[in-house]
Nanobody, 124 residues
Framework: QVQLVQSGGGLVQAGGSLRLSCAAV????????VAWFRQVPGKEREFVSA????????LYTDSVKGRFSITRDNAKNTVNLQMNSLKPEDTAVYYC?????????????????WGQGTQVTVSS
């Protein structure tokens, strides 16, 4: 059975940092595209960042470029999202997701496996 177990998140002041982790059970993250999405109430789930398999390209939505960093720890079978210089508009529930094509697409429809979600709140 495949599970993506998220940890991290919480409440931080604007300008602060948080780190999200996504630990995979039942699949190897090295073989999958793994992404982070976020969602606020009343809005669609938004792509944040993804890492591809193989040569490990990293993709970011424009609003987080230069502030967020996605990394993969193959030994721990985990994908992390380091979030720096956080802004109030980053407040959302964050989800990690995995897709078997390994391409790290920004389209949520391609992802078969999802984490449970983690609240990130940035106060002004």
């Amino acid at each position: 059975q495949v599970q993506l177990v998220q940890s991290g998140g919480g409440l931080v002041q604007a300008g602060g940092s948080l780190r999200l982790s996504c630990a995979a059970v039942g699949l190897s993250v090295i073989d999958y595209g793994v992404a982070w999405f976020r969602q606020v109430p009343g809005k669609e789930r938004e792509f944040v960042s993804a890492t591809t398999w193989g040569r490990q390209k990293s993709l970011y939505t424009d609003s987080v470029k230069g502030r967020f960093s996605i990394t993969r720890d193959n030994a721990k079978n985990t994908v992390n999202l380091q979030m720096n210089s956080l802004k109030p508009e980053d407040t959302a529930v964050y989800y990690c997701a995995a897709e078997s094509r390994g391409q790290g697409t920004a389209a949520a429809v391609w992802y078969s496996y999802w984490g449970q979600g983690t609240q990130v709140t940035v106060s002004s």
